[in-house]
């Protein structure tokens, strides 16, 4: 039985760019890291990426007493976020958020929106699993950029309490596919499983991109170099 899914806010949520400049000779890929023509800058740790502040987390343990806690918890922390977000966001290059500014600001991009409620849920003691949908490949073009778009949901599932040292994989109705873009789920796209290093490199790719097509070429190559540091698998970033 497939997991029940909640579609929320509709937004496509990672990218990728490139350039029509006239293809060059690419430098060893350990040079591109190592590039004295950018000045670096500090970027968002993985820890500040998922982090809740206390006050959230007063928030959650008021509304959710942690003997109550269960996945129907998350179907009703989720339609909080849906009451409270924008229905008609779509996609914006600035709407890439840590978990806290998210919650504090609902008007972000599934990636953002994903990350939050992968923090909630954890909070709330369940599990989560990031998923990477293969929608059909989508091209935009923002300030010179052609920029590739892609999409990813989130699967939450209860713990076994009963289970020591061993994987439980759940039938359906113990987990929920969390989707903020419901075209996604009702054209029931394929996913794969994507880890947490995986999301923090889209997270710094995303930032990257937005500070390009802002001309701050410094702080894009930190958040490419960032994304490379986390994740040197993730070709997104190595393609930006």
């Known amino acids: 039985m497939n997991a029940p899914t909640i579609a929320l806010l509709s937004s496509l949520c ?3 760019a490139c350039n029509n400049t006239p293809k ?29 502040t206390p006050r959230i987390k007063r928030q959650l343990d008021s ?14 922390l989720l339609h909080f976020l849906l009451e409270n977000g924008d229905a008609s966001l779509s996609y914006q290059s600035g709407a890439t958020l840590t ?6 600001d609902l008007n972000a991009n ?20 990031f998923q990477k949908v293969h929608i059909p490949e989508y091209w935009a073009r923002n300030n010179g ?3 590739l778009t892609g999409h990813i949901n989130l699967k939450v599932r209860e713990h076994d309490k009963h ?16 989707d903020f873009d419901p075209n996604s789920r009702q054209a029931a796209f394929k996913t794969s499983h994507i880890n947490k290093a995986r999301i923090t490199a889209m997270f710094y790719n995303n930032k990257g991109v ?31």
């Not at 953002?112 to 599990?127: C, K, R, T, V």
């Not at 894009?220 to 970033?237: E, Q, V």
């Open 14 to 16: 990672f990218l990728s």
């Open 24 to 52: 060059q000779l690419a430098p060893a890929p350990l040079a591109l890291t190592e590039l004295n023509e950018f000045r670096l800058s500090k970027v968002e740790s993985q820890e500040e990426i998922f982090a809740l």
């Open 63 to 76: 509304a959710f007493p942690e003997d109550t806690r269960s996945l129907e918890t998350t179907k009703r």
């Open 99 to 104: 978990a806290n500014q998210a919650y504090a």
């Open 110 to 129: 599934c990636l953002s929106l994903s990350i939050l409620a992968y923090s909630l849920a954890e909070y709330l003691g369940l599990e989560g699993q």
């Open 145 to 147: 950029f052609s920029l």
């Open 163 to 178: 289970a020591i040292n061993r994987t439980i994989i759940y039938p359906g109705s113990r987990s929920l596919v969390i």
């Open 210 to 240: 937005s500070a390009m097509l802002s001309h701050d070429y410094g702080r894009a190559y930190s958040y490419y170099k960032a994304a490379i540091n986390t994740d040197s698998a993730y070709s997104g970033a190595w393609g930006t």
